[in-house]
């Protein structure tokens, strides 16, 4: 990517952030960067294409972070721990890039989408593999695998809604919380 797209890239998640995709023009974008409203276009063929290489380059780079946490040589609970430790935190940490591509889904074309939903799940499968194997080990007794997985996924997404706020504004203190409303929600126990 070169230096004019990264900075267009940029630009736009602050500004899709800030006021939505909805409400933000590539014209508003090229002001923020101080160039024509034109210049976006050699970089990005339309204001889609710039939200869908965000979606990628978000949900690839928060996928990796939980599967470079999932270390399958340790128990099930220190993979949760891990897992959603990982997930909260590149959360947090990236709240404008993840609020974007976790709140905008809506304004990809259907075809964007689908390739953006590939990754989405196959975050939620690291999630649903370490509760199975958490259940077949007997470290949780989860009512609904489905449920925990959806629910665990959840929690951490909408952090990049809210975060920070007065209560927590370290987003390491804020995956210790997490990690124990996961285990609970899996039956870990404390």
Request: net charge negative.
């Amino acid at each position: 990517m070169s230096k004019a797209a990264a900075r267009i890239r940029v630009a736009a998640i602050e500004a899709f952030a800030a006021r939505g995709y909805g409400a933000t023009s590539t014209r508003d974008i090229a002001a923020s960067l101080d160039l024509s409203p034109g210049a976006v276009y050699p970089h990005y063929k339309t204001k889609e294409s710039l939200l869908f290489a965000i979606s990628l380059e978000g949900h690839t780079d928060a996928l990796a972070a939980v599967e470079a946490a999932d270390h399958d040589t340790t128990s099930a609970r220190d993979r949760l721990v891990a897992t959603v430790t990982a997930y909260v935190t590149w959360h947090a940490r990236n709240r404008d890039l993840a609020r974007v591509v976790q709140y905008e889904l809506h304004s990809l074309t259907e075809e964007h989408f689908d390739e953006i939903a590939v990754l989405r799940r196959s975050t939620s499968r690291v999630f649903k593999r370490i509760i199975n194997d958490g259940n077949d080990s007997g470290e949780f007794d989860t009512i609904d695998i489905e449920a925990a997985t959806l629910a665990i996924g959840s929690l951490c997404v909408d952090v990049s809604r809210w975060f920070p706020s007065q209560a927590y504004s370290d987003a390491d203190v804020l995956a210790l919380r997490y990690v124990e409303l996961a285990v609970r929600i899996v039956g870990g126990g404390r």
